[in-house]
C-alpha cells in the first residue's frame, strides 16, 4: 500500500477509507475466499489531490456554473462532460502522484492487460440504481496506457450520465470523488450475469451466460442463453436457448464483437454442473451480504471467477423520468450504430423519398373538400409516422458522431474539443446545397430581372420560384404560415445578391487530422478506427439532412392545409386557429363547424425593466461578431432579416438555414454544441451561442450585440455604446467605399 | 418544458435581504474611494440606508458628488464563488437625511443592526439615503442583468 493506493483484499479492514461500495463489495468477497481477479484500488484521495493541485477543480466548476444542471438539456450536458473529460485527458499526472500509483501497482499489473473499474464514492447508495454512470475499460496493458485511462474513469465522475443523476449522486466539486480499480484481466471463454431475483417473479433466480467476454450481453448488442432456477435449490426450471451468432472479444486495446462460426455451438452454453456453481456461488454471495444479488461472472480454463456483485435492489429500481431514460437510451455502442446505420441508409431514407414523391405532385385545386380532408389525414399519418421514426432511430443514430468525438478526443488529446468536427464536416450537408442553390438562382434572376420585382407582377419569376419551392418542398414555411414563402424567398434572395463576400470555414489540415487518428490504432485495429469515423460521419451528415427528410413530410402537410384554409375562408380566423389537422379535416366534413384556436405559447417576462447587458451560453462556433439584433419569433420574421444582423431565435432548424449566409452570428435559446445551429454556423464560419435560456425575451429587435463564440457570450449594449459602435462601422464602411 | 427563473427582482431583494455588508464608492479627488458600510432598504427596492460619521471620507465625498456604487455579494473567499457567487451593483444618488426623514427610517435601519444604537445615536452619525438608478446583478460569473427604476 502507497499513500494513494491499497490492494483491493486490504480495503475492507481500512474502516476509515471509503473507496466506494463497489470496490468494498470485492474486498470482502476476496475475504470470504470467493475467487476473484487480483488488483488494488486507488482511493478518493488521489482524485482529490490530482484536481486540486492541478487546478482542475476550479475548471470542473466553472465549466459547471456555465448554467443550472438541472435546465441543461442531454446535448449540453454531453457537451459539458466532454469539455471536462478532454480537461483530464489533457492535464498530466503531476509527479510524485504518478510514481505513487506506479509504486503501488503490482509488477504483474504493470506487464499484464488489465481492467480498469470506476468505483464512485457515490454510486449504489440508498438503494438507487446508479449502474452505468461511471467508465470502466478492459484490455489496458502498459504503465503509459493505465495511468491514461485511470484519468478517464476519473472524468467519468462527470459522466453525462452522472450530471443528469447529479441531485440523487449529490454530485458537488468538493465532496465527490471517485476510486479506480485496477485488475487483472480474466479473458473467459464464457461469461455471464445471475440475478438472485427474478424480477418477473420473487421465488425464482436467472442466470445469463454468452461466449467470450460479457460486455456484449451488459451493453446489450448479445441475445444470451438464459436459465430460470429455483431461488431456494437452484433446481433448472426453463431455458432459452439463443442463436450464438456473436461473441465479444479482446482485441489489441479493448473488446470487439465478432460473429461465431456457429458449428458446434447448438447445445447451451453451460452445462448443469456449471449452471449448479454459479448459483451457489450466488447464493454464498447473497449470504455474505445478506440480501439478493446481481453478479457478473466469467470461466477461464474451467475455473469460475467474479467479476463484481451488487444488491439486486440496485439495478432493478426503475427511473420514474421519462425523458432521462430517453435520454441516457441514446448512447449506443459501434455495433448498434452499425445496425442503425444499415437500416437508415437501406430501408427508411429510400422509403421516406419515395412516399413523399407519392404524396407530392398531387393537385389539390381539383380536389372535393371530402378528398382534401382526405389527403390532410394521409399526410399526417405520412408525417406522424415518419416522425416517430425520426425520434426512435435518427436520433440515436447522431450518437455516431458524439462516438467518434469522444474516442478522437481520448486517442489525440487536441486542444479544442470540438476539433473532430472538423473531420466530420467533409460530409455533403443537404442545407447547404440548398443555399448554394438559392444563391445561384437570386444571382441568375438578378441578370435577367436587373433587380428582383414582387413575384405577382412577374410571371417568369413567378414560375421560377414555384419550381425552385416544389424542388425544396416544406424548406422555408413551417406549420403555421406558408402563404408568405415566395416574398420571403424573394427578399432573401434580394439580400443575398448585397452580401459581403462569404468567410466560410475552411479547417486546415482536415486530411492531416484524419490521419492521426487513424494511425493512432494499431493495424489490427484500424479497421474499427475505419468503422467508427464512417459512422460519425454518417451520423452527422444525417443529424442535419434528416430535418429535411422529414420536413418534406411537414411542408406536404401544410400544403393541404393551406389550401383548406383558403376554402374556409372565415371559418379560418387566423393561422393559429386552422393549424391542427384534425381541426381542420372536421371543418371540411361539416360546413357550419369552426375550427379550434391551437393557443400560443405566451413566455414573457413580466419585468419590462429588465435588461439583459451580458447572457453567458456555449461557445458553439468560434469568432467574434458584433451587429444588430433580429429576433425570430415566427416563420413570418424570416423575410425581414437584413445583411449582417445577428439572427436571435429560440432554435435554427432547417427551414431557417436560408437566411444564415446573411447573417453575422446566431443566438440561440436551445443548448448544444452539435445541434442544427451550431453545425451551420461552424460551416459558414459565423460565431454562435447557444443554450441562453431566455435569450428571445430579454434581446429585443434592434438591440446591438457582441457575440463571443470563444468563451459563449452575448454583450447586449446600452444605447450610447450602440451609438458609438453604429457610427465606428458606418465611418469604417463609407472608408472602405471611398477607397473602392 | 424548463421551470421559470425567479424574476430578477425577486434574486435582488433576496440578496439584499441576505446581505448586511456592502462595499460602497464615492468620487473622490483624484481616486474613487471603496470602504465598507452596513446598510438597510424599502421593500419598493428604490431607497438604501447606511450610517457613517460625519467626518469620514466617504461623506465629504458625497457632500462634493451625490453619485456612489455600491457592491454586494455573497463570495466566502473559496473556488466555489465562480460558480455560486451573485454579485450586486447598485448605481444612484447619496444624501443624509433630513432628521423627520431620519426618525422614520432609523427604526429600519436599527431593526437591522440593534447593535449599533449607540453608534446612530452620536450626533455625528448621519444616515444617509441612497435613491437607487439601477441595479447591475452578476450571476454565474459572468451573466448580467439590470433592473432600472429610473
Redesign the interface.
Known amino acids: 500500500m502507497t499513500q494513494y493506493t491499497v490492494a483491493i483484499k486490504d480495503i475492507v479492514r481500512e474502516e476509515n477509507l471509503n473507496c466506494g461500495n463497489k470496490a468494498r463489495a470485492l474486498s470482502i468477497m476476496t475475504s470470504e475466499d470467493i475467487r476473484l481477479p487480483d488488483g488494488i484500488c486507488i482511493t478518493p484521495d488521489a482524485y482529490k489531490e490530482f484536481i486540486t493541485q492541478t487546478g482542475l ?2 475548471r470542473i ?2 465549466e ?4 443550472d444542471l438541472k ?1 441543461m438539456r442531454w446535448e449540453e450536458l454531453w457537451d459539458a462532460s466532454l469539455r471536462i473529460r478532454n480537461m483530464f485527458v489533457r492535464t498530466p499526472l503531476y509527479p510524485s502522484l504518478r510514481e505513487d500509483i506506479i509504486s503501488g501497482l503490482p509488477k504483474p499489473l504493470q506487464r499484464k492487460p488489465v481492467v480498469i473499474r470506476s468505483s464512485s464514492t457515490a454510486e449504489d447508495t440508498q438503494g438507487t440504481s446508479f449502474a452505468g454512470l461511471h467508465d470502466s475499460f478492459v484490455n489496458v496493458t502498459g504503465i503509459d496506457r493505465i495511468l491514461h485511462h485511470i484519468k478517464l474513469v476519473w472524468a467519468s465522475l462527470w459522466s453525462d450520465a452522472a450530471l443528469s443523476y447529479s441531485k440523487e449522486l449529490s454530485l458537488d ?2 465532496n465527490s470523488a471517485m476510486s479506480v480499480l485496477i485488475q487483472n484481466m480474466i479473458v473467459g471463454t464464457k461469461s455471464g450475469i445471475a440475478f438472485g431475483e427474478d424480477p418477473n417473479d420473487p421465488k425464482k433466480a436467472v442466470i445469463e451466460a454468452v461466449y467470450g467476454l460479457n460486455k456484449g450481453l451488459v451493453d446489450g448488442d448479445i441475445e444470451p442463453d438464459r436459465w430460470i432456477v429455483s431461488g431456494r435449490t437452484g433446481r433448472i426450471v426453463s431455458q432459452h436457448q439463443s442463436a450464438h451468432a456473436r461473441y465479444t472479444t479482446v482485441t489489441t486495446e479493448g473488446t470487439i464483437l465478432k460473429k461465431k462460426n456457429l458449428a458446434g455451438t447448438r447445445s447451451p452454453l453451460l452445462n448443469k454442473n456449471e449452471i449448479s456453481e454459479i448459483f451457489s456461488t450466488l447464493t454464498t454471495i447473497q449470504n455474505i451480504f445478506g440480501s439478493k444479488q446481481d453478479i457478473e461472472w466469467t470461466f477461464r480454463r474451467g475455473l469460475l471467477y467474479i467479476l463484481q456483485a451488487r444488491p439486486i435492489t440496485v439495478r432493478s429500481s426503475r427511473d420514474n423520468n421519462k425523458q432521462r431514460v430517453w435520454d441516457l437510451s441514446l448512447r449506443r455502442s459501434i455495433d448498434n450504430l452499425n445496425n442503425l446505420s444499415e437500416k437508415i441508409e437501406k430501408v427508411y431514407l429510400p422509403a421516406m423519398t419515395k412516399a413523399a414523391n407519392k404524396l407530392s405532385g398531387r393537385d389539390l385545386n381539383k380536389k372535393s373538400d371530402e378528398e382534401l380532408a382526405q389527403e390532410i389525414a394521409e399526410r399526417k399519418k405520412a408525417f406522424d409516422y415518419w416522425r416517430a421514426i425520426y425520434w426512435n432511430e435518427f436520433i440515436p443514430f447522431a450518437h455516431g458522431f458524439r462516438l467518434f468525438g469522444q474516442v478522437y478526443n481520448d486517442r489525440l488529446s487536441p486542444e479544442d474539443p470540438y476539433e473532430f468536427v472538423d473531420i466530420l464536416a467533409t460530409s455533403h450537408l443537404l442545407s447547404l446545397e440548398r443555399n448554394r442553390a438559392l444563391e445561384s438562382f437570386a444571382k441568375d434572376i438578378f441578370k435577367s430581372s436587373q433587380g428582383l420585382p414582387r413575384s405577382d407582377s412577374d410571371p417568369v419569376l413567378n414560375d421560377r420560384l414555384e419550381k425552385f419551392i416544389e424542388k425544396f418542398t416544406g424548406v422555408s414555411c413551417d406549420i403555421t404560415k406558408c402563404e408568405d414563402e415566395k416574398e420571403t424567398l424573394l427578399n432573401i434572395a434580394r439580400q443575398l445578391l448585397h452580401k459581403s463576400p462569404s468567410k466560410k470555414n475552411r479547417p486546415g489540415g482536415r486530411e492531416k487530422k484524419k490521419k492521426l487518428f487513424l494511425n493512432s490504432f494499431s493495424k489490427k485495429d484500424r479497421a474499427y478506427a475505419e468503422n467508427l469515423l464512417d459512422i460519425g460521419r454518417k451520423s452527422y451528415r444525417l443529424r442535419d439532412d434528416d430535418n429535411i427528410y422529414l420536413g418534406r413530410f411537414e411542408g406536404l402537410l401544410t400544403e393541404a392545409i393551406e389550401e383548406s384554409r383558403k376554402r374556409l375562408g372565415r371559418r379560418c380566423k387566423d393561422t393559429y386557429t386552422c393549424s391542427n389537422p384534425e381541426e381542420v379535416i372536421r371543418a371540411l366534413h361539416f360546413r357550419t363547424y369552426k375550427p379550434k384556436a391551437v393557443k400560443e405559447s405566451t ?1 414573457k ?3 419590462i ?8 451560453g456555449q461557445p458553439a462556433s468560434r469568432g467574434i461578431a458584433e451587429g444588430t439584433a433580429r429576433v425570430l419569433a415566427t416563420a413570418e420574421d424570416l423575410g425581414s432579416v437584413q445583411n449582417g444582423e445577428i439572427v436571435v431565435c429560440d432554435a435554427i432548424d432547417p427551414n431557417m438555414t436560408f437566411v444564415i449566409p446573411l447573417v453575422s452570428a446566431i443566438v440561440e435559446r436551445r443548448g448544444g454544441m452539435l445541434i442544427h445551429g451550431a453545425i451551420i454556423a461552424r460551416e459558414y464560419g459565423i460565431p454562435c451561442v447557444t443554450g441562453i ?2 435569450a428571445t425575451d ?1 434581446i429585443k429587435t434592434g438591440d446591438y450585440l457582441t457575440v463571443d463564440g470563444y ?1 459563449g ?1 452575448v454583450i447586449v449594449h446600452d444605447q450610447k455604446e450602440a451609438q458609438e459602435k453604429r457610427a465606428a462601422v458606418h465611418r469604417l464602411s463609407t472608408k472602405k467605399e471611398d477607397i473602392s | 418544458m ?4 425567479p ?3 425577486s434574486d435582488i431583494e433576496k440578496l439584499l435581504r441576505k446581505e448586511r455588508l456592502g462595499v460602497i464608492a464615492t468620487q473622490g479627488e483624484p481616486y474613487p474611494y471603496a470602504t465598507l458600510v452596513g446598510f438597510s432598504f424599502t421593500k419598493d427596492l428604490k431607497h438604501l440606508f447606511f450610517a457613517t460619521m460625519r467626518s469620514t471620507r466617504k461623506y465629504r465625498n458625497i457632500l462634493n458628488n451625490q453619485h456612489v456604487s455600491v457592491l454586494i455579494d455573497t463570495r466566502k473567499n473559496d ?2 464563488d ?3 457567487a451573485v454579485a450586486l451593483t447598485i448605481l444612484g444618488r447619496a444624501a443624509e437625511l433630513e432628521k423627520a426623514d431620519k426618525k422614520k427610517y432609523l427604526t429600519l435601519y436599527l431593526k437591522r443592526f440593534p447593535h449599533l444604537k449607540c453608534f446612530i445615536e452620536d450626533p455625528e452619525t448621519a444616515l444617509v439615503e441612497i435613491q437607487v438608478d439601477r441595479y ?1 446583478f452578476v450571476r ?10 429610473i
Open positions: 477543480k476550479g466548476l466553472m459547471l456554473g456555465r448554467k435546465d466539486i468538493n413566455h417576462d413580466s419585468h425593466k429588465v435588461q439583459a447587458r451580458q447572457l453567458r435560456p431566455d430579454l468563451y457570450l | 424548463l421551470k421559470k427563473r424574476s430578477l427582482r473556488i466555489d465562480f460558480k455560486d447591475i454565474r460569473f459572468q451573466e448580467v442583468k439590470e433592473l432600472s427604476l
